[in-house]
């Protein structure tokens, strides 16, 4: 018997809001290394 | 003293230091070396948020000063972040860098309590000395010490945070994590928002970062170690995994 495919998903709330949420943290993470690290060589 | 200088680094230290038990509370029921250091770093913070306030409401004490940069500045974020690493990492790979952090620790404590210190220029900068900054020390080779600790500290405990929440989002499972951990990254990441605005000048800026940071990080660990009762179901989604 063929295995029934599990689709699960967070309520569409979530479902928006996690991807957009990491990804913002992401870009916030990166960007405050780099400056950090710009800033400690002396870059800005 | 104003309430800005005084009662929100109190506030931090309170809500840190309690949530601090709670972390405890776990560790002692559940064992695991990242509650152990999370419930640490925890204690840092806390201490970092009562050497404000105490400097906003009594002023200038050189060993609370000294305090307040060791455990506020230099190692808190790290502490945190290794937890997270001793979370997530090889047993290997955590305990090596454990060892790392305390021997940097060490060194750290020894060099910001045999700093000189000079509390006058603390209202060199764009500060107006109402608040702490790492200013006042006057030797060299201290203050550079902070973004290594942060560095690492950052990295550890936010990038952990994004990648815990991140799996469990590709999985679609235990959303009760998913969200505290995006709760947490964003909680340890306010305090260094709030230091770099006040570096920029902004009044109270980083006593504001670490009271929402402590809030945050609080709300965070308590969304994901309480699982969200499922509709229609009225059972709770058991938690898979440790933390």
């Known amino acids: 018997m063929a295995e029934k495919k599990i689709n699960r998903k967070y309520p569409p709330f979530y479902e928006k809001f996690v991807p957009i949420a990491i990804g913002l943290l992401v870009l916030v993470v990166v960007g405050m290394l780099v400056f950090t690290v710009a800033v400690g060589v002396g870059a800005l | ?243």
């Open chain 2, 1 to 243: 003293m104003t309430i800005v200088n005084t009662f929100l680094p109190f506030l931090s230290s309170l809500i840190s230091f309690v949530f601090a038990f709670f972390v405890f509370r776990r560790y002692a029921a559940r064992g695991g070396a990242h509650l152990l250091l999370w419930g640490v770093g925890m204690i840092f913070y806390g201490i970092g948020g009562f050497c404000e306030g105490y400097y906003g409401a009594f002023g200038w004490n050189e060993v609370v000063y000294r305090l307040w940069y060791l455990f506020g500045a230099i190692l808190v974020a790290a502490w945190l972040g290794q937890g997270t690493v001793y979370l997530l990492a090889k047993k290997k790979w955590a305990h090596g860098l454990m060892a790392l952090l305390l021997v940097g620790s060490l060194y750290g404590a020894y060099k910001v309590f045999s700093a000189v210190l000079d509390p006058s220029l603390l209202t060199t900068s764009v500060h107006t000395g109402s608040e702490l900054s790492g200013h006042a020390i006057v030797t060299g080779g201290v203050r550079a010490l902070t973004p290594i600790f942060n560095l690492y500290g950052t990295a550890t405990l936010v990038g952990g945070a994004i990648y815990s929440a991140w799996i469990f989002f590709r999985k679609r499972v235990l959303l009760h994590r998913t969200v505290g951990n995006i709760l947490i990254a964003v909680g340890a990441i306010a305090p260094a928002f709030g230091g770099a605005f006040s570096r920029m000048g902004v009044p109270a800026a980083l006593y504001i970062g670490e009271l929402l940071g402590a809030i945050l990080m609080f709300i965070g660990f308590q969304r994901a170690t309480t699982a969200i009762k499922e509709k229609g179901e009225g059972v709770a989604v058991q938690a898979a995994t440790s933390a």
